[in-house]
């Protein structure tokens, strides 16, 4: 089935460096979100794209995050000079837009580990 | 204040009972309402969406108070496999979802 899909499924580097998600979101989804979570906590929005809006960044946590999406598609969440902290897993989720009874539909996650 | 909010629980409950879940959102715009069921390192999944006039999925019957702000969730006859965190989620005009932070739920034998 064509669900979400993301990759790396496990990250592990050290801290300082610079890492690289990506999110491929459901064919014809135009909303696509990045939340994190550590271990045992909720979840915690980062950001959201929708088509060709500009993305709202609100939930991002300092300014060695960001993120892009081109074409409208593929996702690239990125993470500069990482730090311990930074440890979690990284969800994906997309959505249609139009019907506000369409649910978000998660793809796997990136389990990030800092050393 | 959360834009929604959970009681984390933890709910333990022996198999074959009933347990009920509330959930409590604060903006009265919100559109519609969702539960999603997340297994330990886990992604969250999609358990069932909440209409108005209130729904049913087998064991599980969710609900909505539109008047009180408040979504639930019942889980009949309770199994092992039904051991998880829910998610009381929330969707507002703008696409944006709120999540609470989950109810935890162990089914003990």
Avoid at chain 1, 1 to 22: F, H, I, M, W, Y
Avoid at chain 1, 90 to 101: F, H, I, M
Wanted: glycine share 8%; with cysteine; net charge neutral.
């Amino acid at each position: 089935g064509a669900g979400v899909s993301q990759s790396p499924s496990n990250k592990v580097t050290e801290k300082g460096k610079d890492v690289e998600l990506r999110c491929d979101p459901i064919s014809g989804h135009t909303a696509l979100y990045w939340y994190r979570q550590s271990l045992g906590q909720g979840l915690e929005f980062l950001i959201y794209f929708q088509g060709n809006s500009a993305p709202d960044k609100s939930g991002l946590p300092s300014d060695r995050f960001s993120a892009e999406r081109t074409g409208g598609s593929v996702s690239t969440l990125t993470i500069q000079r990482t730090q311990q902290e930074d440890s979690a897993v990284y969800l994906c989720a997309s959505s249609l837009v139009g019907d506000s009874n369409q649910p978000q539909h998660f793809g796997d996650g990136t389990r990030l580990s800092i050393l | 204040r959360k834009e929604v909010e959970q009681d984390p629980g933890p709910f333990n409950v022996p198999e074959g009972a009933t347990v009920a879940f509330n959930c409590t959102y604060s903006n009265s715009a919100s559109q519609s309402f969702f539960w999603y069921r997340q297994d330990c390192r886990k992604e969250p999944k999609l358990l069932m969406s909440v209409y108005s006039s209130g729904n049913e999925d087998g064991r599980f019957t969710a609900q909505l108070n539109r008047a009180s702000q408040y979504i639930s969730l019942l889980i009949r006859d309770s199994k092992l496999s039904d051991s998880a965190t829910y998610l009381c989620v929330a969707r507002r005009t703008g696409n944006q979802f709120y999540f609470g932070t989950g109810t935890s739920l162990t089914v003990i034998p």
